[in-house]
């Protein structure tokens, strides 16, 4: 039986021990403050703070199995959150170790991804698409070395083979090659929105959230830690179920980006400092993702607008919602389409597609539109 009824919305579901799966679309914040707060004078905090990052191998994927690098010096970089789901008390652990040392997943993995985002640099450092991938896209699966593993919900790579068969899976569907990865747990969103004060937004109508057993009055909220944490993981009570909570989450990463790079925020140097840290100390990058390599790219983009970055997600067929061979709920993807969206990517052309379907755009607007 499908999770969705007629109308495109999730049905209730069974309490289930890792309640935290439905992780956060905050990872891109993460991955943006990383480039946007490091400018200037705050470069050497950046360093300090990034040091100690957890790094997991990617040369377990065979390089005949990985598209060819695009050309000029545009960078695609995948961003995962990750859910640890193996002890009743769903605590967060480190993605390091639970790989062995050639970067293949162990037995007893006890994390999943639910939030998939490809975010593009363009070559000029002038802009940044965010692309988000939703977690039951059927798509065929590729485990750590890049071979195929039958079709499933794209989570599911991430699941079964780790961060190497999350960025092979992504490298076949999209034909790009992904420069570099970035994976930050739960833990991570709601401290950046404590360091930060919290985020101000605006609910529109009042409702209730039927799995978090949380009630949304209609108003402004100031959400931070785990309150912040229940608003972006919300679906249940919303229109149009995963979709509308991808693009609240959307919405709220701009309101968070906005605050960190506020006045308030850069102009103190022991906040700002918190603020890095708490991005720092939840992250586990690939290996080849240096501190260099890091501040270098945060330098060559510290002209860029928070208000600029494009945030979208993949196109999706006609018949968005199906069922696998299982029985299980699935989102269809728009392959066509998204062949055309992939290749603009690659080819560093990420506006034009913009402006051949500008309603694919995620409309971020003001604080009050956000729903």
Do not use: C
């Not at 703070?49 to 690098?69: L, M």
């Not at 040392?101 to 975010?119: C, F, N, P």
């Not at 833990?187 to 057993?213: C, H, L």
């Amino acid at each position: 039986m499908s999770d969705y009824d007629g109308a495109g919305k999730r049905r209730a579901e069974k309490p289930r021990g890792w309640v935290r799966r439905h992780w956060v679309a905050a990872t891109i914040a993460t991955l943006l403050s990383v480039f946007l707060v490091a400018s200037g004078a705050y470069a050497l905090g950046m360093i300090k703070s990034f040091t100690g990052i957890d790094k997991v191998p990617i040369a377990a994927i065979k390089e005949e199995n990985r598209p060819d690098p695009a050309p000029g010096e545009a960078l695609n970089i995948l961003v995962l959150g990750a859910d640890a789901e193996a002890d009743g008390n769903n605590n967060s652990s480190s993605i390091k170790a639970d790989l062995n040392d050639d970067g293949l997943w162990k037995e007893g993995r006890i994390h999943r991804s639910d939030t998939i985002m490809v975010a593009h640099v363009s070559a000029d450092r002038s802009r940044v698409s965010v692309i988000s991938i939703p977690r039951d896209s059927h798509v065929t699966i590729y485990d750590e070395e890049g071979e195929a593993r039958g079709e499933d919900k794209i989570n599911a790579a991430f699941a079964n083979y780790g961060p190497n068969g999350a960025i092979s899976t992504v490298e076949h569907l999209t034909n790009l090659r992904l420069d570099h990865m970035v994976i930050m747990d739960w833990d991570g969103f709601r401290d950046m929105t404590e360091a930060v004060g919290g985020v101000r937004v605006y609910i529109p109508e009042t409702f209730y959230d039927t799995s978090q057993k949380v009630s949304w009055e209609k108003g402004w909220h100031k959400l931070k830690g785990k309150k912040a944490l229940q608003y972006v993981r919300t679906r249940y009570g919303l229109g149009d179920g995963d979709f509308d909570r991808i693009k609240r989450q959307q919405n709220f990463i701009r309101l968070l980006l906005k605050k960190m790079m506020s006045t308030e925020n850069i102009s103190n140097p022991i906040k700002l400092q918190k603020t890095v840290g708490s991005v720092a100390k939840h992250l586990t990058i690939d290996e080849n993702f240096s501190v260099s390599t890091i501040t270098d790219l945060a330098w060559n983009m510290k002209s860029i607008n928070v208000d600029e970055v494009d945030f979208m997600t993949v196109p999706l067929a006609a018949q968005r919602f199906g069922e696998d061979a299982n029985g299980q709920s699935i989102v269809n993807l728009d392959l066509e389409k998204g062949e055309q969206l992939w290749r603009m990517v690659r080819n560093d052309r990420v506006k034009r597609y913009l402006r051949l379907y500008p309603d694919d755009a995620s409309k971020l607007g003001s604080e009050t539109e956000i729903n």
